[in-house]
């Protein structure tokens, strides 16, 4: 019998009071790919991040290879053969590939001008793509790469160094799409075929059933579970049970009904941005949740850009409850009663370092402050509690930092800022990246709750999310409406229309 | 994301600063007993009314996560003006007043190219000060205007004293307590502090950032004319050198504060202020030379801002968690 790459037995870990990891016995095969599942919070994070040498654990034993694990830092965990790729790794944006893969190990001996030597990175470079093919032009530079292609770097800085053994990913896929994830899974099998063992988080399920050997389930600081994708299919299990530990009703709520639908709020005709999208034309009531669904490149997010007016549009016409309006910022928009739920949270939906009473209310100053633009801070803090409780925020603390919140909770502070801001029209962009299935169940819940007092549009690259969510939907196709070819879009119809631009061939 | 912080937070921060001026005082006082007297602790917040306004008006800039190097350069343009008009007898508040619009113009100038035009902060306030410290010789050809000082009355705004302390001290304390309120009790103050905690964000909620981000230049600009007025009325004269010496302790003032109180507010640059000045006047009441006062006041700016740094913070949690591996770091999520 060989010796398993990782055995960890009983390992424990707690911060303070909290216990993070209880009692986890764990084993990692040698050449497996191996998934670790669990809601935000359920002890994977923790348990990857002793592996790698950024935490300690506090009791157990784990076993490298069967030599013991003595590891206090990442360089350690290196030492071990253990490398572990971030969910979004750091890399030099105006570095090209070459240079990241072997930044700060450009030379074997220390010397000025080997630092310098473009010609042996590339053939080091292209010496680790031979062992490890994989389709990537490595003398682009980061910027000018796509999500994949960043991850395929990171990726092969991770295992450039001597003797890794243990490849450790933190949600590699989560801003991948189809297309993308197709070509990181078939360097996971590469890798795999040259005795590289992989564990690797995700949210996404369908995943661990087409690329996984085996995974693992966390909750609650344990695991409660060490399974393969075929024992599923055969005991016909639901890994979203597992993970949450209750039977889940469905994840998505059920569709409106045409007695739900009201006033038509917003009449798009006509409208045209460059060469990203033209011609695009629809109509939204009250009352109904439109999906659009687009791969990245499409043109959803600058669509939803040009209706929230933060890039302009060069033709078309705009109309909100029935006036034609000119939306020449996001001001505007908020001002007409537009709010977007944008695709980057992080970046474009929240002010990290703030409250969440801050982000709340944020995009309605107007409404948190009273004469002379005092802020109402005794309402502003109630409104914020009551908004919390709407979305079910956890833990339900409107006052710390909203860096502190996960993926999910951030967003659901993004949707506490749109019912405080109290819009006619809500657009989401990609709703749910990077959140897991118990909050996702939770964020569709308030789409759709949202639905009932005003029209709401979901974009997304996830056809079933699109699918799942919407009463209508429409694809995007390289900047060009696909609608469905009957009354309303199948799954596979819509999947068709978005990758293939014709959703006749499904 | 998980933060990892080696100074106490909170209470603690408030505590940890009064003890440090409680130390800092002590030693002063223990090798020069003058500095507990009244005259001194009157020279001490006269002092701090000039570098406090500069610093009051630089937190704005900093909250919108920019740098102005021009006030040193437009507070001497305005102090050049100011005297001008003074030597020309008009009435002194009109050449206040003028001498603080001729400053809100470059700093309209600043914010305007930085906000709207999106040039680089640092170079185009360096370069747009050199030029008002450049304009401000065009009055007199450099030499020192001194006419009409006397009679002018400006010199009544240093002398003026309420309840023994200078009338600019009690200016200064309610010019932050309306600073105070205008940034952490208005919307104003939240567009503020959201247009620099992330401007992609600030501006897809309607802020309109670039207003905001002009706004803080031109507040910068105001206050640094402001400050140089106490230095005319302290000194007596306009020469081409006022305005110089704002600059480094208005930005240890704001960094200093920013450290000790955990961030950049209208009170931790009082704070900061507050120390940085009685360090100086420390010094000066020692007889230092002020080449090594200034040198030891930017080391402790330097500090200041080393401990301001996230990244810098992160990497002494590191060395601590290095040193002592049994007392890992705690991660503060929930």
């Not at chain 1, 439109?290 to 033709?315: C, N, P, Q, R």
């Not at chain 1, 819940?445 to 799942?468: F, K, N, P, Q, Y």
């Amino acid at each position: 019998m060989t010796v398993p790459a990782i055995s960890a037995r009983a390992v424990s870990k707690r911060f303070g009071p909290i216990s993070a990891l209880s009692d986890v016995d764990f084993v990692l095969e040698t050449g497996e790919v191996h998934a670790l599942l669990g809601v935000n919070g359920a002890g994977k994070s923790t348990f990857i991040k002793i592996l790698s040498g950024v935490y300690a654990k506090d009791e157990g034993t784990i076993e490298i290879a069967g030599e013991g694990f003595d590891c206090r830092n990442p360089k350690d965990a290196i030492r071990y053969g253990i490398a572990t790729v971030q969910q979004h790794p750091e890399l030099v944006a105006d570095f090209t590939g070459y240079e990241n893969i072997f930044l700060g190990r450009e030379a074997a001996t220390a010397s000025f001008t080997a630092r310098m030597d473009r010609t042996a990175l590339q053939r080091r470079g292209d010496a680790l793509l031979s062992r490890f093919p994989v389709e990537i032009d490595l003398s682009r530079t980061i910027q000018d790469m796509s999500a994949v292609e960043r991850e395929i770097v990171a990726i092969l800085q991770a295992i450039a160094g001597e003797n890794i053994r243990i490849l450790i990913l933190d949600e590699p896929t989560s801003t991948l799409t189809e297309v993308e994830k197709a070509v990181l899974f078939r360097l996971m099998k590469t890798l795999r075929t040259s005795g590289i063992s992989i564990l690797y988080i995700t949210h996404r399920l369908e995943e661990v059933m087409e690329i996984a050997d085996r995974f693992s389930v966390f909750r609650g600081g344990r695991m409660i579970a060490t399974m393969t994708p075929d024992e599923v299919r055969e005991k016909n299990l639901s890994l979203a049970e597992l993970m949450l530990g209750e039977t889940m009703g469905a994840v998505f709520p059920k569709k409106g009904e045409p007695a739900d639908l009201g006033e038509l709020v917003l009449n798009v005709r006509g409208l045209r941005h460059g060469r990203l999208f033209s011609n695009i034309g629809f109509q939204l009531q009250r009352g109904e949740i439109l999906g659009i669904f687009g791969l990245v490149g499409s043109g959803i997010d600058e669509l939803s850009k040009v209706l929230y007016g933060a890039l302009s549009k060069d033709m078309g016409e705009i109309e909100l409850k029935g006036e034609k309006v000119s939306l020449r910022s996001p001001r505007d928009s908020l001002k007409a009663g537009i709010f977007l739920v944008p695709g980057d949270r992080r970046i474009e939906g929240l002010a990290l370092a703030q409250s969440a009473i801050f982000n709340t209310t944020l995009a309605n100053l107007g409404r948190a402050s009273g004469f002379a633009g005092f802020l109402k801070r005794s309402v502003n803090k109630l409104k914020s509690v009551e908004y919390a409780g709407r979305v079910a925020l956890n833990p339900p603390n409107v006052t710390m930092p909203v860096s502190g919140f996960s993926g999910g909770n951030q967003q659901k502070i993004v949707i506490a800022k749109g019912l405080f801001a109290d819009a006619d029209v809500y657009i989401f962009v990609e709703p749910t990246v990077g959140v897991d299935i118990g909050a996702r169940a939770k964020l569709y819940g308030l789409m759709r709750e949202l639905s009932r007092t005003a029209g709401v549009i979901v974009m997304s690259t996830d056809c079933d999310e699109v699918h799942g969510i919407s009463d209508r939907s429409f694809a995007l196709y390289k900047g060009r409406q696909i609608a469905s070819p009957g009354t309303i879009f199948t799954r596979n119809q819509l999947l068709m229309a978005g990758i293939m631009g014709d959703a006749h061939h499904a | 994301m998980h933060r990892h912080s080696i100074l106490p937070t909170g209470l603690g921060r408030s505590l940890a600063f009064v003890t440090l001026v409680i130390i800092i005082g002590a030693a002063f006082t223990a090798v020069e007993p003058r500095f507990l007297s009244t005259q001194n602790i009157a020279a001490v917040t006269r002092h701090m009314a000039a570098n406090g306004l500069a610093a009051l008006g630089l937190t704005f800039v900093v909250i919108v996560r920019k740098f102005d190097l021009s006030f040193a350069g437009t507070a001497c343009f305005a102090a050049m003006t100011i005297g001008f008009l003074i030597a020309g007898g008009y009435d002194l508040w009109l050449c206040i007043l003028i001498g603080v619009l001729a400053a809100v113009v470059v700093g309209t100038f600043n914010g305007i190219a930085i906000s709207y035009f999106g040039l680089p902060d640092i170079v185009t306030t360096i370069a747009t000060g050199s030029i008002a410290g450049g304009l401000a010789f065009l009055y007199s050809r450099g030499r020192t205007i001194f006419q009409n000082f006397v009679t002018s009355g400006i010199l009544d705004l240093n002398d003026a004293r309420i309840l023994g302390y200078s009338v600019s001290f009690f200016f200064l304390i309610a010019l932050y307590a309306v600073a105070w309120v205008f940034m952490h009790r208005t919307r104003y103050g939240a567009s503020f502090y959201a247009t620099g905690e992330n401007p992609v964000s600030a501006y897809f909620s309607g802020v309109p950032t670039k207003f905001y981000t002009m706004l803080a230049f031109i507040i910068c600009a105001a206050t640094s004319a402001l400050a140089v007025v106490l230095i005319l009325a302290e000194s007596g004269t306009a020469d081409t050198n006022e305005g110089a010496n704002l600059l480094m302790p208005a930005y240890a003032g704001v960094f200093l504060g920013a450290a000790l109180l955990g961030g950049t507010s209208v009170l931790a640059t009082l704070a900061g202020t507050f120390l940085i000045t009685m360090l100086l006047d420390g010094f000066s009441l020692l007889g230092v030379p002020y080449y090594y006062s200034d040198g030891v006041v930017s080391l402790i700016l330097l500090a200041g801002v080393v401990l301001f740094d996230a990244r810098v913070r992160q990497l002494f949690a590191d060395l601590v968690s290095f040193v002592r591996p049994s007392t890992q770091v705690r991660e503060n999520r929930t």
